[in-house]
């Protein structure tokens, strides 16, 4: 049973989350304040685990002059008396491109996630992205 606690915690959490991929906040340590050391992370581009996770994220950021991420309808799931938790939102992405003349990009979506409770708050220890539409010229992507 999720609290109302519970639930602001997490949705602090996303907040945080696209907050900092949109002001490329990536000081060293940024993801500390987000991602378990163990985070598993599956988006479009890639499956990143632990501190490739963080890496994924900025390498995926970093094909974009600017980007606007933003969360709604967020359910949390929370199992009594344990630490984990399971969540899931929408969520809209806008891309800039660096240069061309079709700048915008633009993806709807819908995040699964689990933010673990850590001595520090909830982190997440999973989350994956699922693009259910999109518009634009999508980014290109390297063969791994």
């Not at 907050?19 to 378990?36: H, I, N, Q």
């Amino acid at each position: 049973m999720t609290t109302h606690q519970d639930h602001i915690e997490i949705g602090l959490l996303v907040t945080r989350f696209f907050r900092a991929m949109d002001e490329r906040a990536f000081p060293s340590g940024w993801a500390r304040d987000c991602l378990t050391d163990d985070a598993r992370m599956v988006a479009p581009v890639g499956i990143f685990e632990g501190a490739e996770a963080v890496r994924g994220t900025e390498e995926a950021l970093k094909r974009f002059a600017r980007t606007q991420h933003m969360a709604s309808d967020l359910l949390t799931d929370v199992d009594a008396g344990s630490d984990t938790a399971r969540a899931s939102w929408n969520a809209l992405m806008v891309h800039i491109h660096h240069e061309g003349d079709d700048p915008l990009f633009t993806v709807g979506g819908r995040y699964e996630a689990e933010p673990r409770r850590t001595k520090e708050g909830r982190r997440f220890s999973r989350m994956a992205v699922e693009a259910v539409w999109t518009t634009g010229r999508p980014p290109v992507l390297t063969p791994a």
